[in-house]
């Protein structure tokens, strides 16, 4: 074999590398986070009904606390991070877009890895990505120079890639819904294997970028915009354990497709993106040790309540 590839055209071997490390793991890591989503969403759709989703928000003053929590704390929060925190110019207009760019597509299974409200998390989705629209091309332009965005670029991601699968999904429920409920298992081993595949791909993808901000000052950053922020959500999420759960990843994570958006149209450094895409990376899995934590918790918290209404059963008044 080793003879055989020694006698093959150096700029051939060169080629099969760039194509080996580059487009397949591009396409890979594309096709893996499509299918993650419409799977997500498809299951998300099956498991609730419409009502289910409006009635958490019509509890306006969660709502509004969810806004401010997005749109103004986590932008405050790391526009003095970055104030105290020397980075470099393309780490620093990354984080800043990230920052304001509030509603992440992956909502409903963050609810469901940290045993949260998943009807909360469906309409809060939506509600933050439509805030967003109007929110980022307003703050963008005064934060950093040159950008402009339009709202229905922030705003098609929800309405040509999101809201069709759930609206499907919830269609289905309400005509099907024996059929609705023995599906959703099966789309949700899709949607957690595409998720595996998806973040191992984007790792390949950004080893190099991810080693880089390794060296800088952002790591820190990072760790305490996370930490902050979740702690930020679950404390405007109200009494409710599964919405302030819901609230803390919802604002710890943030919506990357709007984030790269900005930073795609109008800069053509690729630190940028990078910065963006590691960023979320690192979000998702520490919020995935969040939800391990947090699962953990609310179990120990219903052990004692289970035996105190058995108790109860047992001596009836």
């Given at each position: 074999m080793n003879e055989l590839l020694s006698h093959l055209n150096p700029n051939l071997l060169q080629q099969l590398d760039f194509y080996f490390y580059k487009i397949d793991f591009i396409f890979l890591n594309r096709l893996s986070?499509?299918?993650?989503?419409?799977?997500?969403?498809?299951?998300?759709?099956?498991?609730?009904?419409?009502?289910?989703?409006?009635?958490?928000?019509?509890?306006?003053?969660?709502?509004?606390?969810?806004?401010?929590?997005?749109?103004?704390?986590?932008?405050?929060l790391v526009l003095g991070l970055l104030h105290f925190v020397p980075v470099s110019e393309p780490m620093r207009i990354g984080f800043t877009i990230l920052a304001v760019a509030a509603g992440p597509p992956v909502l409903p299974k963050l609810a469901q890895m940290v045993n949260g409200n998943l009807a909360f998390a469906a309409g809060l989705m939506m509600v933050l990505m439509l805030a967003s629209a109007i929110f980022m091309p307003i703050v963008l332009p005064l934060v950093l120079d040159g950008v402009q965005i339009s709202p229905w670029q922030v705003a098609k991601p929800l309405f040509v890639s999101l809201l069709p699968p759930l609206a499907i999904g919830l269609l289905i429920r309400a005509r099907f819904e024996a059929i609705a409920i023995s599906v959703i298992p099966f789309l949700r081993r899709v949607n957690s294997f595409a998720l595996i595949l998806g973040l191992t791909s984007s790792l390949a993808l950004q080893f190099n970028s991810?080693?880089?901000?390794?060296?800088?000052?952002?790591?820190?950053?990072?760790?305490?915009?996370?930490?902050?922020?979740?702690?930020?959500?679950?404390?405007?999420?109200?009494?409710?354990?599964?919405?302030?759960?819901?609230l803390g990843v919802g604002t710890a994570q943030r919506n990357i497709a709007g984030a790269l958006i900005v930073a795609g149209?109008?800069?053509?450094?690729?630190?940028?993106?990078?910065?963006?895409?590691?960023?979320?990376?690192?979000?998702?899995?520490?919020i995935r040790l969040i939800a391990r934590f947090s699962v953990n918790q609310s179990i120990s918290q219903q052990v004692p309540s289970t035996e105190v209404n058995t108790s109860s059963l047992g001596n009836p008044q």
């Amino acid at each position: 074999m080793n003879e055989l590839l020694s006698h093959l055209n150096p700029n051939l071997l060169q080629q099969l590398d760039f194509y080996f490390y580059k487009i397949d793991f591009i396409f890979l890591n594309r096709l893996s986070f499509l299918l993650f989503i419409l799977a997500m969403l498809l299951a998300t759709g099956l498991s609730l009904t419409v009502p289910q989703i409006i009635e958490p928000l019509r509890n306006w003053r969660l709502v509004i606390r969810s806004l401010i929590a997005n749109l103004v704390i986590v932008p405050i929060l790391v526009l003095g991070l970055l104030h105290f925190v020397p980075v470099s110019e393309p780490m620093r207009i990354g984080f800043t877009i990230l920052a304001v760019a509030a509603g992440p597509p992956v909502l409903p299974k963050l609810a469901q890895m940290v045993n949260g409200n998943l009807a909360f998390a469906a309409g809060l989705m939506m509600v933050l990505m439509l805030a967003s629209a109007i929110f980022m091309p307003i703050v963008l332009p005064l934060v950093l120079d040159g950008v402009q965005i339009s709202p229905w670029q922030v705003a098609k991601p929800l309405f040509v890639s999101l809201l069709p699968p759930l609206a499907i999904g919830l269609l289905i429920r309400a005509r099907f819904e024996a059929i609705a409920i023995s599906v959703i298992p099966f789309l949700r081993r899709v949607n957690s294997f595409a998720l595996i595949l998806g973040l191992t791909s984007s790792l390949a993808l950004q080893f190099n970028s991810l080693i880089v901000l390794a060296q800088s000052g952002i790591v820190l950053a990072i760790a305490i915009f996370i930490i902050v922020a979740f702690a930020v959500g679950y404390l405007l999420g109200g009494p409710n354990l599964g919405t302030r759960l819901t609230l803390g990843v919802g604002t710890a994570q943030r919506n990357i497709a709007g984030a790269l958006i900005v930073a795609g149209t109008n800069f053509e450094d690729p630190a940028i993106i990078s910065v963006i895409v590691v960023t979320s990376l690192s979000l998702f899995v520490v919020i995935r040790l969040i939800a391990r934590f947090s699962v953990n918790q609310s179990i120990s918290q219903q052990v004692p309540s289970t035996e105190v209404n058995t108790s109860s059963l047992g001596n009836p008044q």
